[in-house]
């Protein structure tokens, strides 16, 4: 017997919402019920999470900025270390090869307090045997001294991150490309790389929010970032649950989002091998 038009219609309706539905992150749902969750505390509750909001409101900006200049810093120095480790060049490859090794053997706390203490104090002993006056007066700014820490120390990172995405292109390419008169540097920045980062995508985006998470760290450089805004509320009004409940709810919506639009790009620079 025959189908009627209706009965073969509906499955392929069905079929179109399904694909749609599945094309949705679903893990924004969770972004949401996050937000939700905050502004449900701060509209029943404004006292005291109204008020901590309000106070660490200006801590999260400065989270957000310091963690993206530092990334940006990171993905160029990063790129240079990559580029470094996989040199034919001996000299070039060793000095990136320590400089890895050694970064990445010390906390990333203790490199910021290096930064933020130690570094000036070498700079002002310069200034004294130099007889350099700008040297002596040299003050260390928090923010500065924090983003140069943190650029430094996930550079080394995501050096060995460069590495791994340019030593998975097969050899060949290179060799294509060098048969069709391009120098290294142009098959390197034309066919390499661009390879290369789509493969690295997934642990760049997985560096970033953990960097996000680690710049909680320059609290103790005197950065007054949403860590640090956090310990000055409890400090003056003694509600340690309620602070830190807000404070890791704000954090869990910075590094939620961050990964959702790195799961975005990595689904639209894909491509199929």
């Given at each position: ?80 270390g990559g580029l ?43 200034g004294h045997a ?109 509600i340690p649950i ?32």
């Amino acid at each position: 017997m025959q189908k009627t038009p209706e009965l073969e219609e509906t499955p392929k309706r069905e079929n179109g919402f399904h694909k749609k539905f599945k094309d949705i992150d679903q893990w924004w749902l969770l972004v949401a019920i996050v937000v939700l969750l905050i502004i449900l505390l701060v509209t029943t509750k404004p006292d005291p999470y109204n008020r901590i909001l309000k106070f660490v409101g200006d801590g999260i900006w400065v989270t957000l900025y310091t963690t993206l200049i530092s990334f940006a810093l990171v993905l160029v120095l990063g790129l240079f270390g990559g580029l470094g480790r996989t040199s034919h060049n001996k000299i070039i490859r060793g000095i990136a090869s320590v400089y890895v090794e050694v970064v990445r053997g010390v906390p990333l706390l203790v490199q910021l307090i290096i930064w933020y203490f130690a570094f000036p104090a070498m700079v002002k002993d310069l200034g004294h045997a130099w007889n350099i006056q700008a040297f002596i007066d040299y003050k260390a700014n928090p923010i500065v001294m924090a983003i140069l820490g943190m650029t430094v120390c996930y550079a080394a990172y995501m050096s060995e991150v460069y590495r791994a995405g340019i030593e998975s292109i097969p050899k060949g390419q290179m060799e294509a490309a060098r048969s069709l008169g391009m120098t290294y540097f142009q098959a390197m920045g034309h066919v390499i790389l661009p390879q290369a980062i789509r493969v690295i995508l997934p642990p760049i985006g997985n560096e970033f929010v953990t960097l996000l998470k680690d710049s909680s760290l320059v609290s103790v450089v005197a950065v007054a970032d949403l860590t640090r805004r956090g310990r000055e509320f409890m400090a003056a009004n003694f509600i340690p649950i309620q602070t830190w409940m807000m404070v890791a709810l704000l954090y869990l919506v910075m590094t939620l989002v961050a990964a959702r639009v790195v799961k975005w790009l990595e689904k639209h620079s894909r491509y199929e091998r």
